[in-house]
């Protein structure tokens, strides 16, 4: 196991989790509703944001599995290493993320209401829905293992992965199954 990074304080740590995943629910909430920037032009387009999401999605979905594997294979620093940069990545997808819907006028859904139809709705309401509950069990579950808390880390560990990977399957779904919708706007 690897030695701790930071000193067990559970009550100040909850504390600072659950305002963080309070404030970024409040701002993105707030500015994906608020949008006096949409139609600004930028001189590009501005759904390249989504794909730049897509692709951070994908990525991350890659880094949970390796994570995994490294951490079946007992490589403590490698898995270690690939969560964190999965958290890296996620703090630049959210603030993508906030600026594409900051900026891209909404898009709707415009294809026939089909069976496709249906499957986008179930998938896009379930990685809404996790994406705006993971974020507390993500950073809990990274303070557990910085503080070698390690039982407490896995056992939660079991719930945050799968959630997690999910929303970043799903959040590269939502992109290829809205995107032939959007309309370019620079």
Do not use: C
């Not at 692709?55 to 270690?80: D, F, P, R």
């Not at 890296?88 to 906030?98: D, E, H, K, N, P």
């Not at 594409?100 to 209401?113: D, F, M, N, Q, R």
């Amino acid at each position: 196991m690897l030695t701790p990074v930071l000193k067990k304080n559970d009550k100040q740590a909850a504390l600072l989790i659950w305002v963080a995943s309070f404030v970024v629910f409040g701002a993105v909430t707030f500015l994906t509703n608020f949008k006096p920037l949409t139609g600004l032009n930028l001189g590009f387009n501005v759904h390249l944001l989504a794909l730049f999401n897509a692709v951070i999605n994908g990525s991350v979905s890659i880094l949970l599995v390796w994570a995994l594997v490294a951490i079946k294979n007992k490589q403590y620093v490698l898995h270690k290493n690939l969560m964190l940069t999965a958290i890296v990545l996620s703090v630049l997808f959210l603030v993508s993320y906030i600026g594409h819907h900051l900026l891209a006028i909404e898009t709707k859904y415009g294809g026939e209401h089909n069976w496709l139809y249906f499957v986008y709705l179930f998938i896009l309401i379930t990685h809404i829905f996790l994406a705006t509950v993971i974020l507390p069990f993500i950073l809990f579950t990274a303070y557990r293992s910085l503080t070698g808390d390690y039982e407490k880390h896995k056992k939660l560990a079991k719930y945050t992965w799968p959630l997690w990977l999910y929303v970043s399957i799903t959040g590269v779904l939502v992109y290829v199954l809205i995107s032939p919708y959007y309309v370019p706007h620079i």
